[in-house]
């Protein structure tokens, strides 16, 4: 079973019944403030992996199915309220943390069995530097645990949209810990030109660049460095 939890504002009313929808997105439109969907379907996708994915967020307790609903004869895209198993209590002895604490969302994938290896493997290949990219609490935990362990120093820059920060990155293979490393994190904010707008990009108004700078040996767990990590919208 794949767990996800987010700590972000979670689901409204409107994504709920946005993904209870197809093509009917709450991200369209919405691009300056930072989103990336718009299309409507980019949570189906994960009946590629389950038959029924579960979203607890916010008191909607809820589960989809691919097969059809014996009332409507849809599938995907009918809630079903979750009352029984997993319960709340399950997921807080899941997810462990401070005593009554849960992040505002949680995903929960049961696998099929026939992805269980494949989604293993990939996980387990993920690059610790990628977790940089997003410094709000990220942690990632299969066999091998990757976390941002600690974040000081922050200081923000209004006269030049930047903000800076030491971020320190921990790995665990195999339940060993490796030594972690230390990154001295600059994050700017930058306006889009008019000469790089696009029609389907028009209200991206500014972008972000994020520089890395480690301290110490930096984290690979046995693979050759990395290169840069680029998070671009198309045709940007």
Known sequence: TLL??????????ENIESICSVGKSTKKDNRSSGYIGEKGIGFKSVFLL????????????????????????????????????????????????????LPTTTLILPLKPDKVNPVKQQLSSIDPEVMLEDNEDPKLNIENAVSVSSEINFCTRKNMNAESYTLHLSAEENGKSENGCSYYMWK?????????????????????????????????????????????????
Request: proline content about 9%.
């Open 4 to 13: 996800i939890f987010n700590n972000e504002k979670g689901f409204s009313p």
């Open 50 to 101: 389950t038959v029924h994915p579960y979203i607890f967020s916010n008191g909607y307790r809820i589960r989809f199915s691919e097969k059809p609903c014996p009332d409507c004869d849809i599938g995907y895209i009918v809630p079903e309220w979750v009352e029984e198993k997993p319960t709340i209590d399950d997921i807080k002895k899941i997810y462990g943390g401070a005593a009554g604490s």
């Open 188 to 236: 700017q904010k930058f306006p889009v030109r008019l000469e790089n707008v696009v029609e389907r990009r028009r209200n991206v108004q500014e972008w972000t660049v994020t520089l890395a700078f480690p301290n110490q040996e930096r984290l690979h767990r046995g693979k050759s460095l990395p290169g840069i990590y680029a998070f671009l919208p198309t045709e940007m």
